[in-house]
């Protein structure tokens, strides 16, 4: 007869024998699928005058000087080899096609002058790009081969957060190493990736993972991983994947018109916060905050305005910024669409045909600032000159923030150089208007401001004490 110790020792084994029951079981999944993923090395002709120099690797455009630390691309060089000769680096892929189409990351196998994909079964076959998207990380190579191991794609609109997912790839140039995880999140969005609504797991990924698949238990593939959150460079507990629509959206397009294209709107958004909300009276914070509207875009020929707030986007909830980028670049271009905005407490819809997303971005010029005098918000503000329109892009009205004292504007963000457009969606064409509008601000309610900040506009709000 068991003894109590005895008794403890049975449950506690029957209960890790339940615990292991109920966890996945992947073998049969890599058996399936190990096949079809493949190691991507590529080789950059080494430049005359960049020789014995380090080749590193611009970060993607947009990351704020405090995250260039934390997000990496990690394709780049893992053995740490910046000798005088050529470049290599090492990566993942996977096929999706029977004739040898091949998937990987834009990033991979950019500026490669030879691109080689090696088999599970040990072959390598050069590889020719057939077309790449630098807005979505992603690119399609071509193998002369048939016959080949292809993944099946699935649907990562149907993922759950929580559920177990897979990735198999070559960290390290290690070939056909398998991590597990789960889903953290959904439709994440990143500096420089606005146009992807990333799939945030805790599989391990490391330099080399990048540009291999991302299965669902199904076993089909979910998304491409891209990029891991990181202070070192190394795996830290937060991996982005490419969801597989965005994916094969590029995909067909490069097929059949040899790139891609996205969709375009032309305004600059943010988040409503909870101040600004109030500010514009609604119950909650809600939707993308239009703080700029681009000269000749689909918006402003729509008469979208500053101050609009987008809550639904081809009848799809808005509830952050960061949701309307993916779905306005996914649309068809010259397609109709429809937009529900609110605009100054009023419901609106909006028709507007989607524009082509321009190739290049803004270029936001620096200011020179000159002393003038103060106002009773505790900031020291001046009408700008033309050469100060000039250098920080603002056509018409507005006003220069020169000092920054202690009072409601500091602790709303206000910085010495901004340029204030609107206060309580009154348009501030000088410093008579500016000193008008804010005498008669309410005390202890929300006031939204809208500045201009080194080219980029932005809401900010604060509250007058009673």
């Known amino acids: 007869m068991l003894n109590k110790a005895g008794w403890c020792l049975s449950l506690i084994v029957l209960l890790s024998q339940n615990v292991l029951a109920q966890l996945p079981d992947f073998t049969e999944m890599v058996k399936a699928n190990g096949k079809a993923v493949v190691n991507i090395s590529t ?23 405090e995250m ?89 609109e149907k993922l759950q957060v929580g559920e177990w997912v897979l990735a198999i790839g070559s960290p390290f140039g290690f070939e056909q190493s398998v991590t597990a995880g789960i889903v953290s999140a959904k439709r994440r969005s990143l500096p420089g990736g606005n146009y992807v609504p990333f799939i945030q797991t805790d ?73 600004l909300a109030e500010s514009f009276g609604m119950k909650k914070p809600q939707g993308a905050l239009v703080s700029k509207v681009m000269p000749g875009s689909p918006a402003e020929r729509a008469n979208l305005q500053i101050g609009d707030i987008i809550t639904e986007f081809n009848g799809q909830s808005i509830e952050t910024s960061a949701d309307l980028p993916p779905l306005v670049g996914m649309t068809p271009i010259d397609e109709k669409a429809t937009l529900k905005i609110i605009r100054q407490g009023d419901s609106k819809t909006i028709n507007f045909k989607i524009g082509l997303l321009p190739e290049q971005d803004e270029k936001i010029a620096e200011a020179k600032v000159d002393a003038k005098p103060a106002n009773k918000l505790g900031i020291t503000v001046s009408t700008l000159t033309p050469e100060q329109r000039e250098a920080l892009q603002v056509a018409k009205g507005g006003v220069l923030v020169q000092e920054v004292g202690k ?60």
């Open 43 to 65: 080789t950059k002709k080494a430049q005359p005058e960049a020789e014995g120099l380090p080749k590193e690797q611009p970060l993607p455009e947009g990351i704020p000087p």
């Open 68 to 156: 260039e630390e934390l997000f990496k691309h990690f394709f780049n060089n893992p053995d740490g080899d910046y000798g005088g000769g050529d470049t290599q680096s090492l990566g993942s892929g996977f096929i999706i096609s029977q004739d040898g189409y091949v998937l990987t990351n834009h990033h991979v196998v950019k500026d490669a002058d030879e691109i080689v994909v090696k088999f599970s079964d040990r072959r390598e076959l050069v590889a020719k790009l057939i077309g790449s998207d630098v807005r979505t990380d992603v690119a399609l190579l071509k193998v002369e081969a048939n016959d080949l191991p292809a993944v099946t794609i699935g649907a990562p």
């Open 203 to 275: 599989v391990a990924i490391n330099p080399g993972n990048s540009g291999g698949p991302l299965f669902n238990m199904d076993g089909k593939v979910v998304g491409i991983n891209s990029q891991i959150y990181s202070r070192t460079g190394g795996f830290m507990g937060l991996s982005f994947a490419i969801p597989m629509d965005v994916v094969m959206n590029v995909v067909e397009q490069i097929k059949t018109k040899g790139k891609a294209a996205h969709g375009w709107l032309g305004v600059q958004i943010q988040d409503v916060t909870r101040e």
């Open 407 to 466: 009072g409601v504007a500091k602790d709303a963000g206000i910085q010495r150089g901004d340029v204030i457009l609107r206060i309580q969606n009154k348009v501030i064409r000088d410093v008579g208007d500016f000193d008008e509008i804010t005498k008669n601000l309410p005390a202890g309610k929300s006031v939204a401001v809208l500045i201009q900040r080194r080219g980029s506009p932005a809401f900010l709000a604060f509250k007058i004490a009673k």
